[in-house]
């Protein structure tokens, strides 16, 4: 995973929230806005909240931000101008400091959990995990799941590594990236399982 320029919203994080004793060099943020009311919910309802802090474990910090909501126009091209009409996504100017601190190309991607850590020479190298917010439970779920991946791994890293530099933070990411992998073949089976639904229901009527 190559290193992402240095940052100062995320460097100032890190470093204002100095691991104690038994905890890692990592840090988690959950980035959404308002079109994300299901993830809203979960981080405000205190049960929900309190699970997932017992989930995640005292090995890591995890913080949350909301930025505000973007939204997909319709360019003006001109009265002299011809060409097929593309909305594009507006990037709100508030947003400014926070895209360019994790590197994302806007907000559209959100929700995330952005996973990261400051190596020894003040690089930060970071991990990105969508979030789910389809409905309450399916984003509760997913902040579950990826919560209880991380934890489990740093269960299982040295003490003497937990903070050293960005090893943590690379044992976590080999974890994210199985994480992620079964997340997209699930997504597959799903949608392949969907289709054969259809398909089957489209001959039955027939």
């Known amino acids: 995973m190559k290193p992402k320029p240095p940052s100062n919203w995320a460097l100032n994080l890190s470093r204002c929230h100095t691991p104690t004793s038994g ?5 988690g943020v959950i980035l959404y806005t308002k079109a994300h009311p299901y993830i809203a919910k979960v981080l405000a309802d205190k049960d929900f909240w ?42 709100p100017s508030e947003n400014k400091e926070l895209v360019k601190a994790f590197g994302l190309d806007n907000t559209e991607s959100l929700p995330l959990l952005v996973i990261f850590a400051e190596d020894k020479d003040g690089s930060v190298v970071q991990a990105n995990v969508s979030l789910q917010n389809s409905n309450q439970d399916d984003a509760y779920k997913s902040l579950r799941s990826i919560f209880e991946t991380i934890a489990e791994a740093l269960r299982h890293i040295d003490k003497q590594n937990l903070q050293a530099g960005a090893k943590a933070f690379h044992a976590v990411s080999y974890a994210v990236k199985n994480y992620k992998e079964r997340q997209l073949i699930k997504k597959v089976i799903r949608g392949a399982t969907s ?3 259809t398909l089957k229901n489209l001959a039955q009527s027939s």
Request: hydrophobic share 40%; no cysteine.
């Open 195 to 197: 289709i054969f639904l």
């Open 23 to 27: 905890q890692a060099n990592l840090y």
């Open 50 to 91: 309190g699970a997932l802090d017992e989930i995640s474990g005292p090995q890591w910090a995890i913080f949350a931000t909301k930025g505000a909501q973007g939204r997909r126009v319709y360019p003006d091209l001109g009265p002299q101008t011809v060409g097929f009409i593309v909305p594009v996504y507006e990037e």
